[in-house]
């Protein structure tokens, strides 16, 4: 079972910005969807960002704009770079497939606050 280790969050001021970094030992990454959630505290983990295969793209509308998701085939890792940083997008952020199907990692706390 495949778990995803993900790093780069922290503690960043609003209007900030911040990298996201995800590894999955999975030799078949190259030939899998990706994605990157998040989850506030009391409330439902919500999809972030997607990324095909093929390398297409799709944004949740709160974000769209200000983050880009990206994936390295070659090291197996997902990115996101944030931008432009709200209050409203602090949370813990994971990495997965778009189905979830993966064991969720402990993900990585993004705190976005004055």
């Known amino acids: 079972q495949v778990q995803p280790v993900e790093s780069g969050g922290g503690l960043v001021q609003p209007g900030g910005s911040l990298r996201l970094s995800c590894a999955a030992s999975?030799?078949?990454?190259?030939?899998?969807?990706m994605a990157w959630f998040r989850q506030a505290p009391g409330n439902q983990r919500e999809l972030v960002a997607s990324?095909?295969?093929?390398?297409?793209?799709n944004y949740a509308d709160s974000v769209k704009g200000r983050f880009t998701i990206s994936r390295d085939n070659a090291k197996n890792t997902v990115s996101l770079q944030m931008n432009s940083l709200k209050p409203e997008d602090t949370a813990v952020y994971y990495c997965?497939?778009?189905?979830?199907?993966?064991?969720w990692g402990l993900g990585t706390q993004v705190t976005v606050s004055s």
């Open positions: 990324i095909t295969r093929g390398g297409s793209t």
């Open positions: 997965n497939t778009p189905q979830g199907v993966w064991s």
């Open positions: 999975t030799r078949d990454f190259r030939l899998l969807n």
